[in-house]
């Protein structure tokens, strides 16, 4: 079994800075992409950030390019998101997710319980 365990939501004024983790354990994969979704009321979950387990891709929504940074140490099996000048838009519960290869489309098979991070004054 795998576990994804994130951490590090919580409430933000505008333009403030939340770093979330995602805790990997239960299996060990030689390959795998893990990154983020998030979902706002009322909304369909979206991508917010992939990257592989050796780091060498990473790959961004339009939305937040430039302002969030993904990484991954892979000795402690760990990924965050740094997320910086968050606006309100970026409101939504945050999901960190698994995929066993590093090609086809980004359609996790392993989810986390998500965690809350909301931005407003």
């Known amino acids: 079994q795998v576990q994804l365990v994130e951490s590090g939501g919580g409430l933000v004024q505008p333009g403030g800075s939340l770093r979330l983790s995602c805790a990997v354990s239960?299996?060990?994969?030689?390959?795998?992409?893990i990154g983020w979704f998030r979902q706002a009321p009322g909304k369909e979950r979206e991508f917010v950030a992939l990257?592989?387990?050796?780091?060498?891709?990473?790959d961004y929504t339009d939305s937040v390019q430039g302002r969030f940074t993904i990484s991954i140490d892979t000795a402690r099996n760990t990924m965050s998101l740094q997320m910086n000048s968050l606006k309100p838009e970026d409101t939504a519960v945050y999901y960190c997710?698994?995929?066993?290869?590093?090609?086809?489309?980004?359609?996790?098979?392993?989810w986390g319980q998500g965690t809350q991070v909301t931005v407003s004054s």
């Open positions: 997710a698994l995929k066993r290869s590093l090609s086809d489309s980004f359609n996790p098979e392993y």
């Open positions: 239960g299996r060990a994969f030689s390959n795998y992409r």
């Open positions: 990257i592989t387990r050796n780091g060498g891709i990473r």
